[in-house]
């Protein structure tokens, strides 16, 4: 076998694994949301689809695990959009911390 088929046939085996992947992942968001709520979901992806993939993340993991006993609605689907922006808000605050006892103007005079 060729390099050039070795790679196509392996970027082509990549592409089959996403394609398997992303039809898992709605099967289970299918089954997991209720239609408001999937139609909730894809907008936010048109706007922001990093914060759509973590909400779809955090979704199938509590599916998995066997905590969701219902599918999701819409105001459950806002109530962890809540809680996700919340956390990202205190991840991106920013601390300033001065030094105390640094250089300082007067010390120039000394010199």
Known sequence: MKYVERVFS???????????????????????????AADRLGRIRLVKESRATDVENR???????????????????????????EQARDAEKVRVVRRKGGWDDDDLLDL
């Open 10 to 36: 392996s970027s082509n085996n990549k592409a089959e694994a996403a394609k398997r992947e992303s039809e898992a992942r709605s099967h289970i968001l299918g089954q997991i949301l209720t239609p408001e």
């Open 59 to 85: 979704l199938i993991m509590l599916a998995r695990s066997g905590q969701l006993r219902q599918k999701v609605t819409e105001e459950q689907l806002k109530d962890m959009l809540n809680a996700l922006s």
